[in-house]
């Protein structure tokens, strides 16, 4: 069965102490993995997709690295802005469904 | 450009009553995806629609119904609400099923069910 599985579950920074997020994944034929930012009472918002890998994407504070079995959401030096909920989801296989992870709420401190 | 609208933004039912959930994208996308999110369970894929015409199930539709009403709007439709139906439901657009487009989401509708 195709899971998907994010930690911590929650987070708590202090003002430029530098953290990662994890998104852990057992799927069959990975087409890719997509990072999402929510913030309260919204909607997710796209950050990144990897296909591959060894592949990384950077934006910004954030940083995302893919392995065959997991993805890193590094945050290098977050502000108070940073904090939201951040969202992993997959994409496996010919069909059109995505399977998401339960999140990370992250919360830095000014 | 609006992007993904949804209405209503709230609503509270009562056991057995029916409510449709309405979306629409003004981005020209052909898909679109029905999701509901309870604390603790993540995102859950409950319909989709690859393009305007069709529709499939995703991971929880039971109890739910949709209609791809044209390349815009994609509803989803509780017949006989009941609790465990309370959630925050979002919707969901792409531009097309290959995995380089992302989705865009709207801002959700908080459901409750009594």
């Known amino acids: ?110 | 450009n609006a992007g993904v609208t949804q209405t209503p933004k709230f609503q509270v039912l009562k056991t057995g009553q029916s409510m449709t959930l309405q979306c629409a994208q003004d981005m020209n996308h052909n898909s679109m995806y029905w999701y509901r999110q309870d604390p603790g369970m993540g995102l859950r894929l409950i319909y989709y629609s690859a393009s305007e015409g069709t529709t499939d199930k995703g991971e929880v539709p039971n109890g739910y119904n949709v209609s791809r009403l044209n390349k815009r709007e994609f509803s989803l439709r509780l017949e006989s609400a009941a609790p465990s139906q309370t959630s925050v439901y979002f919707c969901a657009s792409r531009r097309g099923r290959e995995v380089s487009y992302e989705q865009y989401f709207g801002p959700g509708t908080r459901l409750t069910v009594t």
């Open chain 1, 1 to 110: 069965e195709d899971q998907v599985t994010q930690s911590p579950e929650a987070l708590r920074l202090q003002e430029g102490e530098s953290s990662s997020l994890n998104c852990s994944y057992t799927v069959s034929g990975l087409r890719g993995l997509f990072w999402y930012r929510q913030d309260p009472g919204k909607g997710p918002e796209f950050l990144f997709t990897l296909y591959s890998a060894g592949e990384e994407k950077e934006k910004e504070r954030l940083k995302a690295t893919l392995t065959k079995k997991e993805s890193f959401l590094h945050i290098t030096a977050p502000k108070p802005e940073d904090s939201a909920t951040y969202l992993c989801a997959v994409q496996a296989g010919w069909g059109n469904q995505f399977y998401f992870g339960t999140g990370t709420s992250l919360t830095v401190i000014p």
